[in-house]
Every structure is written in structure tokens, then in C-alpha cells.
């Protein structure tokens, strides 16, 4: 039975990678920070499935015990301060969690378990001014946020050790990818949330800023795969992964809108609050490479996904309606 080790393992990444690796057979080792309270409701439905750890990304010595307990075969590192707004009121913290964590990880595979392989999450905001459309693994980066400059940094780290050290280390550069699970504070979640909140009238208006961005979004449950599949190749190699298409902001609170009988245009109110001081204008991913020589292919479609989204955030709105209905 192969064995894993996963950072982030609550987030929305991590649940579903936890989810398909225990689908294959896995024993799955997640990573808790000791210092908090860990809200699990990603993972809810297979807690009791995962072997929990506590550490933390920025204490060395708490991940070599954790690489130490799990002996893992494989090793993903998906935690990370991931909401690029929060990263310019805190910049620092965004280095120490999203950046230099990486090279504890790293460090931490090299000195117990070199022979593990390594999956480091790596993002599309590393293109950041784009340089050429579509982004692909060659392209130059450009990052516009400190979280954009933190993810270059672990990326390229991860290339240092896999040359250095002669480690299985790669990295994903994930698109923008959503999920039921997505964090409110990202702009698809807050725009499927307020489209079913304001149709059962729990909200009147939705913030918004610049609708026009462009952004090649898919499911998170597609690309949890090709990080697994990353990991069964035989040589290391980065690789990007996205859905080669984009869409306007715009065009997501049309789908997600009309999908509950709403007209967007009459509850969004743009917001200077919610402008980038720096705009990435757009991401388009070519994901040729790992079609090609991962064999990945995408099932969840961009409405499909929109759809989905709105679905899961009606039922969690009916709940609240009901509740204030009673009190």
C-alpha cells in the first residue's frame, strides 16, 4: 500500500486529492497545524480515513517528524496563504507560508525520505503580466502580487532540489481552479454564494471589481489527478494544467445568475475596495504537454462547474433561510 503525505489536506485541493488517493488504495497522511483548530468540513466524510499530523510549514523540525511518522511514497505540498488580495496587506506572512515553507518541505523530504516523490503546488498568477497567450510551461514569469512573487519562488526552489539533490520534485502550474469547496473570499465562491443568497433573499447586492478579467477556470476535482499523475512518470517534470479557455468575470455572474432566474446587472455594484493594485488581466493556460504525455483530460465543463457551485451554495442558503424563518 503506497503512502502519502498531504499539506493543505482541508482545503479544497486537499480534500479532493485525499478523496481520489484513498480511492486508489492509499494510506493518507494529513498535515494540522498544531496551533489551531482545524475546521474540517471539507473532509468531513473521511476524517476518520486520514492519519492525522500535527506541524507546522514554517517549523522545520515538526515536518521532519512528519515526514518521519507517514514514510511516505509521495508528498504534496498544497498548503499556502492562496488568497492573492491577502497577500498585499501581508506580504510577509505571504513569504514565510507560501515561499520559504516550500524549502522546509523540501528540506524535510531531502534529509528523511529523499527517494519520496514531490508534488509542489505551483500557480498561473506566476505569469502573472503575461509575456505570451496561451502560458505554457516555458513561458517567462511576471508575477503582480506577493503572492504571485512567493509561488515563483517555491517553484523554482523545487527545480533547485530535483537538480541538486537528483530529487523527484515537480511542480503543477495550476489555472484557476473552483470547486463547492472554494474558500468564500475567492471571487467565483462569492459569486455563486451571493447568487443563491440574494434569489432566497438573504442578500441584496453583490460588491464587485473589475469584471472584465479574464481567467481560464476548471474543476478541482479534474486537477488533483494530474498532480497524482505527475507522480506515477518517470522522470520529474513540471507541467501546466488548465482548460485552455477563458471567461470574463462578466460572463461568471451571468451563468451563475441567470442559473436562479436573476439578471446580475441588477444586484452588482462595483467596488473600488475590490480593484487589484496590481491587475493580472488574463490567464489562459496550453495544456497540450499534459494531455500529451500525462494523459490527463478534463470532465467538468466551465457552466457545468458554475452550475454546480450554485447548487451546493442554494442548499447551504436554504439551510440558513430556515433557520432564520424559526428563530
Known amino acids: 500500500m503506497k503512502r502519502a503525505l498531504i499539506t493543505g489536506v482541508t482545503g479544497q485541493d486537499g480534500s479532493y486529492l485525499a478523496e481520489f488517493l484513498l480511492g486508489k488504495g492509499y494510506e493518507v497522511f494529513g498535515l494540522r497545524r498544531r496551533t489551531s483548530t482545524p475546521n474540517y468540513e471539507n473532509v468531513q466524510h473521511i476524517k476518520d480515513k486520514i492519519h492525522w499530523i500535527s506541524g507546522d510549514l514554517t517549523d522545520l523540525a515538526s515536518l521532519i517528524e512528519a515526514v518521519r511518522i507517514s514514510d511516505p511514497d509521495e508528498v504534496y505540498n498544497l498548503a499556502a496563504q492562496s488568497f492573492v488580495a491577502a497577500s498585499w496587506p501581508q506580504p510577509i506572512t505571504t513569504g514565510h507560508i507560501t515561499a520559504l515553507s516550500v524549502t522546509n518541505m523540501l528540506e524535510a523530504v531531502r534529509l528523511i525520505k529523499p527517494e519520496a516523490r514531490f508534488y509542489q503546488a505551483s500557480s498561473s498568477e506566476m505569469f502573472g503580466k503575461v509575456v505570451e497567450t496561451p502560458q505554457k510551461e516555458t513561458t517567462p514569469f511576471y508575477p503582480r502580487s506577493p503572492y504571485g512573487v512567493a509561488k515563483v519562488y517555491g517553484h523554482w526552489i523545487t527545480v533547485n532540489y530535483r537538480e541538486s539533490f537528483n530529487m523527484f520534485a515537480c511542480s503543477g502550474i495550476l489555472f484557476n481552479h473552483e470547486s463547492p469547496r472554494r474558500g468564500l473570499e475567492f471571487v467565483t465562491r462569492k459569486v455563486t454564494d451571493a447568487a443563491a443568497r440574494i434569489k432566497l433573499g438573504l442578500q441584496s447586492k453583490l460588491h464587485m471589481g473589475n469584471l472584465d478579467a479574464l481567467r481560464d477556470w476548471g474543476f478541482a476535482g479534474d486537477y488533483v489527478k494530474a498532480m497524482w499523475l505527475m507522480l506515477q512518470q518517470d522522470e520529474p ?91
Open 237 to 327: 517534470q513540471d507541467y501546466v494544467i488548465s482548460t485552455g479557455e477563458m471567461h470574463t468575470v462578466r460572463e461568471l455572474l451571468e451563468i451563475a445568475f441567470s442559473y436562479v432566474g436573476l439578471d446580475y446587472k441588477d444586484y452588482v455594484v462595483i467596488d473600488p475596495e475590490f480593484v487589484r493594485p496590481a491587475e493580472v488581466d488574463l490567464l489562459l493556460g496550453d495544456c497540450t504537454r499534459a494531455k500529451e504525455e500525462l494523459g490527463w483530460k478534463l470532465e467538468v465543463g466551465f457552466k457545468q462547474l458554475i452550475h454546480m457551485m450554485v447548487e451546493s451554495d442554494l442548499k447551504k442558503a436554504e439551510v440558513e433561510a430556515k433557520l432564520i424563518a424559526i428563530s
